[in-house]
């Protein structure tokens, strides 16, 4: 079946580092992929999406691109702030599923001033 | 702003005392789904609506149903919650089921069970 498999937290960063959250995945077919981001007490936000191989998703900062070939979707952003703080679920919508998201475990990112 | 409500945003219930809770929509989406997120952990599709047609996720205990009397408002009962159920239920909704179709999901309800 299909799964989404992600880097476990918590990574903590000191302000301006530099963030990279792994996310792998088995599916058939092209599935679409994306990244939400859930802040402390809130539901989940869709931080970007890439529906293609080769597409790449950005936002407020973050970038991941869709590479069919080593089945990833690694999430990046090159100076957190604190206000990044949150967790991150990798997930993917499978061909043919109704849109319904497979998420990964979710990875806790704390960003320290 | 077009937006997910759910209601209530902390709820506590008994050990199998029937509970429901709620979630509307002014985005006039097709889909609207139901997750449950344990602590720590991702969220679950309990079960998703197109329109009026019903999608019950092969997991989902029978202890959970839904309803959908229209298109804005989504109801989920826990007919006799037990501890395990406790949990935060997240509302989504979606223009459509093609894969790309990003959902929007509401603030969720914990559920607290006593």
């Known amino acids: 079946g299909n799964s989404v498999t992600q880097m476990e937290g918590p990574v903590t960063l000191s302000e301006e580092a530099f963030l990279t959250i792994n996310c792998t995945y088995t599916a058939t077919g092209y599935p679409s992929l994306f990244w939400y981001v859930q802040y402390p007490g809130e539901g989940l936000q869709l931080l970007l999406k890439?529906?293609?191989?080769?597409d790449k998703g950005s936002n407020k900062g973050f970038e991941a691109t869709y590479r069919k070939e080593t089945t990833s979707f690694h999430l990046e952003k090159g100076s957190v702030q604190v206000s990044d703080s949150a967790v991150y679920f990798c997930a993917l919508s499978a061909t043919d599923s109704w849109g319904k998201l497979q998420f990964g475990a979710g990875t806790q990112v704390v960003v320290t001033p | 702003d077009a937006m997910v409500i759910q209601n209530p945003r902390y709820q506590v219930t008994q050990f199998g005392k029937p509970v429901t809770l709620s979630c509307s929509q002014t985005l006039n989406h097709n889909v609207m789904y139901w997750y449950q997120q344990k602590s720590s952990q991702a969220p679950k599709l309990l079960f998703h609506?197109?329109?009026?047609?019903?999608?019950n996720e092969a997991d989902t205990p029978d202890n959970f149903q839904s309803r959908r009397p229209n298109t804005s408002f989504c109801f989920l009962d826990i007919r006799s919650p037990g501890l395990g159920d406790a949990a935060m239920y997240l509302c989504?909704?979606?223009?459509?089921?093609?894969?790309?179709?990003?959902?929007?999901f509401g603030p969720g309800t914990r559920l607290t069970v006593l």
């Open positions: 890439a529906t293609k191989a080769d």
């Open positions: 609506y197109y329109d009026k047609d019903f999608n």
């Open positions: 989504a909704t979606s223009s459509g089921t093609s894969g790309g179709n990003e959902q929007f």
